[in-house]
Structures are given as C-alpha cells and as structure tokens.
C-alpha cells in the first residue's frame, strides 16, 4: 500500500492556473471588442457569444477559487481533520454549483466560432446549416451533462453531502456520457478549425499570407487537444477516495480548456488591433513608403489596369492595388469578410493593339478591418 504525504497541497496552483488563464482570456476578448467596437465598427452575434462566455468563465473561476479557500487542493483527511465534515460537505458543494458556468463557458464560443466562418466564407445554406446545427447540439449536450450531474443523486444534496440518507446512480452513467460529451466537443473544434482552413488552402494568394490565415483559423485545434487531455481525467469527477485532492488535474485542465477555446474565437478578429498597431509602430519609416501588415490582403498578384471597375459593399482589401496607396484609403478598406469569386472582361492595350481579355478575379479580402 502506497502512503500519502497528508501535507500534500495543490491550492497555489489551482489559483494561479484558474486567474492566470483567465486574465489573458479577458485580455484578449477586450482586444477583441475593441477591434470590433472602435477600429471596424462592427458588432455582431459571435461579439455576444464570446461576452457571454467571458462572464461564465469568471464566474466558473470564482467558485474555484473559493473551494480553494475552503480547502480543495489539499487532502480530504487533513481538511476534515481541521475543519470537520461540514467544511468537506459546502466545499463540494461549491465544486458542483460552479461546474454548469464550467462547462457553458467552453460551449458557447464554438458557437461564435461558427458565426464568423459563415460570414467568412462563400455562402452555403447547407454548410452554413450544418455548422450551426453541430455548434447548437454540443450546448444541447452541454446542457444533458449537467442535468445528468445534478439529477444522478436524490436528495440532489446526497451529492456532496454523502452520508444523508438517499440513492445515487451508478457513476458510470455520468463518466460515459461525459466522454462522449467530451470526443463531440473535440470532434466540432476539430471542424471548426478544418473547415475555414480548406477554403483558404484553396484560395490563390501568396503563400505567406495563405498560411497566416489557416493558422489564425486553426486556433480551435488547440483546444481540441487541451480537451482530449481533459478528458483523461474525467473519471475523476465522481472520485470518492480523496474528493478534495484527486480531482484537482481534472479542475486545471477545465480551466485551461473554458478559456483556450474563448481565445481561440476571438483571436481570428483581432488582427485589426494588430494591423493597427503596425502601421503606428512603423510610422517613422520613409515618407511616402506604403506600411502593409504582412497579411493584410490576400490576392493573387497585381492586376493589370483596364477599362472596368470591381466594387462591393463587402469592403474588399484593396491596399494592394495600385492607386489606392493613400493612407485614408487604406484605413477605411481592410476587413475580415466573406470571400468569392467574379469574372470580368476589359480592353487591355498592349503595344497600342486593343484586344479582349477575359481574366477571373480571386478574392482578395481575408483579414483585418480598420475603418
């Protein structure tokens, strides 16, 4: 038999993984809506979603920290010891109330996510449709999983409080659904990241900026591995041996996986907070020298002028153009937007001879907006 160091204690840990990855989850969602807000003007559904999931995953912090102040992160036997079995029976209680904001916190964003790969891409009712659906089944998921937790004993205050009298399923019920809660969330941060990545793969730009705009969208996969390593340690969700000590792994990696996958929404329309903070910072170079974050458009090369005009209301990136290399013309027509593709005939006149040329036009507007 193995014995056990009583002095044992995790909770400085809990604390700074809970407010550490939390700060630069809030961090990132305030760069966030700035962008949105001040520089492209915009605010949207996936901005909502992303608040909402900000504010869960504060709340889910909070009660982690204060079962820490109760004692969880150190050994059951040390804390009843000290404190008695009613400070291990409101500790418990305090892990179960903030499990819900837990798990909410890390299924809404995905929804976001989805949000904004529709806009991005071309319009498809029925990718747009299974997008949504799938985003909207793992809440739905989320939701049967946290029933289940609450509903898996009776009286429901059996759960924490273990010698009341009452019944309780078997843990087993709970521990399957939550892998299989677990691989589906995996599964859509997986599609989330694969998809957009696809559709840009396919796109005809410079290979630079191609591979800026899949990694930008290919944060989901992130927290598709932190939630597959999350999920190594659910069986210790139900854990009776040690409740207070042995669940703590299972707890850190909640906490990374709610705020990674908040990150990983907002970080695709951060560039514009970005792209303006490298015109600024590059500022004092030559007069007269254009200033171009390095992605800020995507296109296949110069066009060769001609007699016709492309314009669209979805603000297309075109800084890259010749003619429009004037600082407010390239303040106001950046912006993530949805991506297609137009055909176009023009006159060109090479050495003096007219001639038809038929050219197709490869959509050069991906990243950010500064308006």
């Given at each position: ?299 296949m090369g110069r066009s060769r002028t001609g007699h016709g005009k492309v314009s669209s209301k979805t603000d ?56």
């Amino acid at each position: 038999m193995s014995t056990v160091d009583l002095t044992d204690s995790r909770q400085t840990e809990v604390l700074v993984v809970a407010w550490v990855m939390t700060g630069i989850a809030l961090l990132t969602v305030c760069v966030k809506l700035f962008a949105r807000v001040k520089i492209v003007q915009v605010v949207g559904w996936d901005d909502f979603f992303i608040v909402l999931s900000m504010i869960l995953s504060i709340i889910a912090s909070a009660f982690v920290h204060y079962g820490v102040t109760l004692g969880f992160g150190r050994r059951t036997a040390v804390v009843a010891a000290e404190y008695g079995m009613e400070r291990l029976f409101k500790t418990g209680k305090f892990q179960m109330l903030g499990y819900p904001f837990n798990i909410a916190a890390f299924s809404f964003p995905n929804i976001a996510i989805a949000i904004l790969v529709c806009q991005l891409l071309h319009p498809d009712p029925r990718r747009n449709l299974f997008l949504y659906g799938m985003t909207i089944l793992q809440v739905v998921f989320a939701i049967i999983t946290i029933i289940l937790a609450f509903a898996q004993c009776q009286p429901t205050r059996k759960l924490w409080e273990k010698t009341i009298p009452g019944t309780c399923w078997n843990p087993n019920i709970l521990n399957y659904f939550s892998y299989w809660f677990c691989a589906y969330t995996t599964l859509t941060d997986f599609v989330l990241a694969v998809i957009p990545i696809t559709a840009f793969w396919k796109l005809q730009m410079p290979r630079g900026t191609k591979i800026g705009l899949c990694v930008l969208m290919s944060a989901t996969l992130l927290s598709a591995i932190v939630t597959v390593v999350k999920g190594t340690y659910l069986h210790l969700f139900t854990d009776t041996e040690d409740p207070m000590y042995n669940p703590v792994p299972l707890v850190l990696w909640g906490l990374v996986e709610q705020n990674i996958v908040i990150m990983a929404a907002c970080v695709p329309t951060m560039r514009p907070f970005f792209n303006r903070a490298w015109k600024r910072g590059t500022s004092s170079n030559k007069s007269g020298s254009a200033t171009r974050d390095p992605f800020a458009s995507a296109s296949m090369g110069r066009s060769r002028t001609g007699h016709g005009k492309v314009s669209s209301k979805t603000d297309l990136a075109m800084d890259d153009l010749e003619g429009h290399d004037d600082a407010a013309s390239r303040e106001s027509q950046q912006g993530i937007v949805r991506t297609f593709e137009v055909s176009m005939d023009w006159k060109e006149h090479p050495d003096g001879e007219a001639g038809n040329a038929r050219h197709n036009v490869v959509p050069r507007a991906i990243l950010e907006s500064e308006r």
